[in-house]
């Protein structure tokens, strides 16, 4: 068994009640911290440790902390980004679900890290049975002296709101989730200014996926230093990968950064094989918006090497033979799988999900939509697949915020490495 | 004061100022077109992506490119900044993909569009578009509407700028218009049918690039270009009361605000002297209006194309 940082408990009856979680060493971490630390020894701790977010993006979790203007008597703010809606992304969902003091134990932390006193838990509104099992931790925490003014007696205070989203994609963005935590709609604003200089309601703001601060428990406890040590390269760590489609078991797994994408696929200890012993076709390997890879270059590089699940590995080639980590969203598909059928079901997800503000976005992924339905009714040509490229090539780059990128890479991707199989009037499947 | 340079000339602008902005300072040629920002309006801009830059030096401390395009109208200077607007074929390139994506749902109906003629997006696609479509899609069509007795609400035209949001915002005491829904399902709405209704509700109109806002007490009268504008103003206890006035004989028209050759207006107007101070003796006129901003009719493109057949 490779080490659990997250999933270690996960298991354990009654792990998401206060007291059974506690009992099992629960909110060390905070006594230790507030009673021994420095809110800068934290951030410390987590730049040794070389996290790196988990919301997709990667970037190093201790230098995001750093960038916020921590000037005393200015209010400013922590996001939990729990909106996870990316198709193929389940992770956060399951760790909420089932080991939610996890997540309040690293919000304290990381609140204690940038000196903030109110946090806000953005949640997915279709997650409102989730919602509820935190709201009952977050009470229970409250209870016990772990929330609210003067926590453990020392002079940091800290509230945390939860907050649901209604359903839109697009508020998983950080400047969409800001603005709808505002109460207005979700259109992601223009950056610069960045949110850790003005973000919610004007103050400076951190977000953070669910994943990256339930680790950061385990850092303080066991030293930045120690964490490193885990997992390859740059890619410290652990990862959760929520894997899906034509495997033997679908589910979540916690994996060291730098388990082989072959075994992650054949092994027994996570996704056991190919269902019905059928051939691998094809993986989009950290949710849907990063590049779908065919089999031969998802299990080894252009060069020859094993791929790897690392943040490193997966891009290995750019994005002419690589792709990325991502999310975590791991989707296989198998021999029979038509790659046309699934990049539409993928594009039409896009454009309901474009909030609309740029025109690149906007029109684009609607337009890519009603041209991949006819190529899927089998009315395509080879000027449809040409077009189809340069629309994706025309809102790549082009718009306010990453969601007109991940409407585009996936269109190209299927049509670099799939290109045969677009005037092929695709089986129902 | 920083230095930038656009399109091989140098300019000297307070820190803090956009690439558009640096432009105009210039002026001329090398402006990039802008459809959504509006420099009276507070957050406008980054939306249309019409007024996108190549920027080929970030700053002197800082030399490396910036990694993709960007819109000038949003991206502040920095010192040594060196940007490629019109001398750049990639720039081009994209601002052609970006009137296809505009033009993508539009009706194309300026034959019978109260804008045609004065139309930022006619312009635009005049000057930056292809004269051919590579779209064989159904177009998104909606129902024309009256938002007020004064104004003509036709969605299949607009091109989701938010200026009109942002006018009702920041000039208006409620906003009671807004968009609905998202993606290419967006749409101008008065949420329920409400009606919009203000002292300075007609500004809406002018801020509007296309003709999706329309003033329903011109529409049809005549087309824009055979009306004479004149400055004119008048003692208004609600705003400056300095319009144009567009005339045809004698009789005027229409009242609007006075446009730039940015189109943006200098200042806004009131409805009483939009919409009801339609006498001569209303107003005190000063002296015909130039026009100065760069139009489909004012360059004879039309000529161009009876010349050419098309306009290439
Ligand atoms: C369209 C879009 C949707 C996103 N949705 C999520 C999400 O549901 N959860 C999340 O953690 N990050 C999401 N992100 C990434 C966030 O913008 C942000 O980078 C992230 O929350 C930062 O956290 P991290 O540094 O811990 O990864 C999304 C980004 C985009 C462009
Ligand atoms: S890229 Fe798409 S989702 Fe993002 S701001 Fe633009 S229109 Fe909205
Ligand atoms: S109606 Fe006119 S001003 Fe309003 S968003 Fe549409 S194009 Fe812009
Ligand atoms: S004017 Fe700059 S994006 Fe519209």
Redesign the interface.
Known sequence: MSIKILFENIDVDGIDSFEVYRKLGGYNSVEKALKNMSPEDIVEEVKKSGLRGRGGAGFPTGMKWSFIDKAPGKSHYLIYNADESEPGTFKDRHLMQYNPHLLIEGLILSCYAIRSNTSYIYIRGELMYVMRILEKAIEEAYANGFLGKNILGTDFSLDIYCHPGAA?Y?CGEETGLIESLEGK?GNPR?K?PFPALNGLFGFPTIINNVETLATVPWIINNGGEQYAKIGIGKSTGTKLISACGHINKPGVYEIELGLSVEEFIYSDEYCGGIKNGKKLKAVVAGGSSVPILPAELILKTAKGEPRLLSYESLSEGGFETGTMLGSGGFIVMDEDTSIVKNLLTFTRFY??????????C??????ME??LNRIVEGKGNEKDID?LM?IAN?IE????CPLGDAAAWPVQSAIKHFRDEFLIKPEIV | MVKVTIDNIDVEVEEGTTILNAARKIGGKIVPPAMCYYSKLAGS?????TC?VKVTQGSDKDPRPM???V?SC?T?VQNGMIVQNITSPEVLE?RK??V???L??HPLDCPVCDQAGECDLQDLSYNHGSSLT??E?PR?TFEMIDVGSKIKLHMNRC??C?RCVYTADQITDKRVH??L??????EIGTYIKNVIDNDFSGNIIDVCPVGALTDMTFRFKSRVWFTNPYDAHRACPKCSGKVVIWLSGNKILRVTGRKDEYGEVEEFICNECRFDKKEMSDWIVEKPRKIKRNSVISQNHYELINKYGSHG
């Open positions: 839109a697009i709609r223009l610069p454009r309901h999900e474009s909030c609309g503000q740029c025109s690149p906007r029109e684009g992924t609607a337009w009603k041209i077009l340069d025309n780059g082009n718009t306010i | 801009g980054g939306k249309c992506r996108l990694p993709k395009l819109a949003s502040p994209t993909a970006i296809e994506f505009l993508l749902n590579r779209t899609e998104r091109i989701l938010y807004g968009v829904e998202r993606g290419d399902r967006c």
